[in-house]
């Protein structure tokens, strides 16, 4: 029997500035109902870069071998283009979770959807567990076909 699906949301913001705020609590009067939305589904908005600096930090701390996405993660964090990108993304964990049961996200979703169409978040997406449905990590160039 396979494990129920599992769901995260993800969203962009318009710029560095705005999502520093985010990051930091800093008062953001533009992000206030974005706030009120995370804090009713007990969501923790996490910054893709400071995620990716994370793992990257964790590799190198450690046995680069048992990190598979070291190379691709630092070379996206090292990327200007690519790290300014990041920079304004997000991940929702909620109660703590990086990904959760369908209800969960759709409820999150629903809610910050106006939010998007507002101008509020500039990208809404919600993503599932199953590899069928998402980008697969690149292949060290030893295992390329």
């Known amino acids: 029997m396979t494990a129920p699906l599992q769901y995260q949301v993800r969203f962009d913001l318009a710029d560095a500035a705005r999502a520093d705020a985010l990051r930091l609590g800093q008062a953001e009067p533009a992000l206030v109902p ?6 009713r589904h007990r969501a923790v908005a996490k910054r893709q870069y400071d995620a990716f600096a994370e793992y990257v930090a964790a590799a190198e701390q450690h046995d680069i071998d048992q990190f598979p996405l070291y190379a691709w993660t630092k070379a996206t964090i090292e990327n200007p283009v690519k790290k300014e990108k990041y920079l304004k993304s997000f991940t929702l964990h909620v109660e703590g979770q ?9 409820a999150l979703e629903a809610e910050l959807k106006p939010l998007a169409e507002a101008g509020v978040i500039t990208r809404l997406a919600k993503y599932d ?6 980008p697969q990590p690149p292949q060290p160039p030893a295992q390329r076909g």
């Open 34 to 39: 974005l706030v009120a939305v995370l804090a």
């Open 98 to 106: 990086e990904v959760y049961d369908k209800a969960a996200a759709d």
């Open 129 to 134: 567990t199953d590899p069928a449905h998402n």
